[in-house]
């Protein structure tokens, strides 16, 4: 069959991530924020070559788990998380935090004046353009060339092989 | 006569020919390991359509040439889904059909009505360690295609659409087609 999948929502919002992941049982108690990007710890106390924003340390993950992070791109935050974590907290808890996260972002969203709705606007239209530029990056990179149109709101990039 | 969707997309370039109105189907009996559309599996109610409902809104979409049935399992359906292949084909549209079963496994009359309707089929299970990518409308090598009426031949699985994004205005994508894993990894999976 032929595939048919809904990608997470980009999460751009550092408060609403961090209420999504209070949701989740990381509260503010368990989460790191940090200005510059910390290193992520390992099981055994060794120091990670990945580095993120928002930490949350491997003791609150679980025994033996590792340090889950998220790193800002330009795309939304990405998640860092282990292969030893990923039966636990990969996509399926990923999809979950996303949820919680898509509430916050609505109800925040609902609470703002008109002038912080603009700049969200504005914000939310250089996401979309991030992603875009992001689709063709990945395209190009894998030997694919991207033929582009939109429908209404919704920008639909069709991939095709390059055959040279 | 209802059919139990999962969802249908009305523009698509990478399931079958041209552009094409997409239906998927709930409900699979075979559930390949590894299919992209575990989601379709389960005989649940999920989005239930009269045929003449499905078969007037495929009509309703201006510019496409065909419909693509898949799931899911479209021969679950046969009946229901041969009614509105008749339909859309008496409109002029092409009809391109993917199933998990063998062209030989589809031997009830509802599912021979359904593959008379067919133009194209794509057959075979998704076979996970045979996956592969670049092939034409199939995700594993096992995988075949049976041209059952002379609209479309070989000529036409060359330079087509392999893989489709829909990036909606809150920036989340989603994904059509036959996607390389490197193409649609979640963040912290790659």
Not at chain 1, 8 to 36: I, N, Q
Not at chain 2, 118 to 142: F, H, I, M, P, Q
Not at chain 2, 166 to 181: C, I, K, N, Q, Y
Request: charged share 25%.
């Amino acid at each position: 069959m032929s595939a048919y999948m809904t990608l997470l929502t980009p999460m751009t919002d550092e408060a609403c991530l961090l209420a999504a992941l209070a949701d989740l049982g990381f509260d503010a108690s368990k989460v790191e924020v940090h200005t510059t990007p910390a290193n992520l710890v390992g099981f055994t106390g060794d120091r990670r070559t990945e580095t993120a924003n928002i930490v949350i340390r491997q003791r609150y993950v679980g025994p033996a788990s590792n340090d889950i992070g998220f790193r800002p791109t330009p795309t939304g935050y990405q998640a860092i998380v282990s292969d030893f974590d990923h039966p636990r907290f990969g996509g399926a808890w990923l999809s979950q935090l996303n949820g919680r996260y898509c509430s916050h972002w609505a109800a925040k969203q609902e609470r703002l004046a008109a002038e912080e709705r603009r700049r969200l606007e504005e914000e939310r239209a250089r996401l979309v353009e991030a992603q875009r530029q992001a689709v063709h990056e990945r395209a190009k990179k894998m030997g694919y060339r991207v033929q582009e149109t939109r429908e209404g709101e919704t920008i639909r990039l069709v991939l095709v092989k390059r055959t040279y | 006569m209802r059919v139990n969707l999962a969802r249908t997309l009305p523009r698509s370039a990478a399931n079958g020919p041209g552009e094409r109105f997409v239906v998927w189907v709930q409900g699979c009996p075979l559930a390949c390991p590894g299919c992209w559309n575990a989601d379709t599996w389960a005989f649940k109610r999920r989005d239930l359509r009269s045929v003449d409902e499905l078969t007037a809104n495929i009509l309703a979409t201006e510019g496409i040439e065909g419909v693509t049935f898949t799931g899911g399992e479209p021969f679950t359906q046969a009946r229901a889904l041969a009614e509105v292949a008749r339909r859309v084909k008496v409109a002029g549209l092409s009809v391109f059909v993917f199933t998990g079963y063998e062209l030989e496994e589809l031997t009830s009359s509802g599912q021979r009505a359904l593959l008379a309707e067919a133009d194209v089929l794509v057959a075979g299970r998704y076979v996970e360690k045979e996956r592969a990518t670049g092939l034409a409308w199939r995700g594993s090598a096992n995988q075949s295609v049976h041209f059952i009426t002379d609209r479309y031949g070989p000529g036409d699985m060359i330079g087509i659409g392999e893989v489709e994004f829909h990036l909606a205005r809150d920036g989340s994508l989603a994904v059509t087609g036959f996607p390389e894993a490197g193409l649609v990894a979640y963040d912290g999976d790659e």
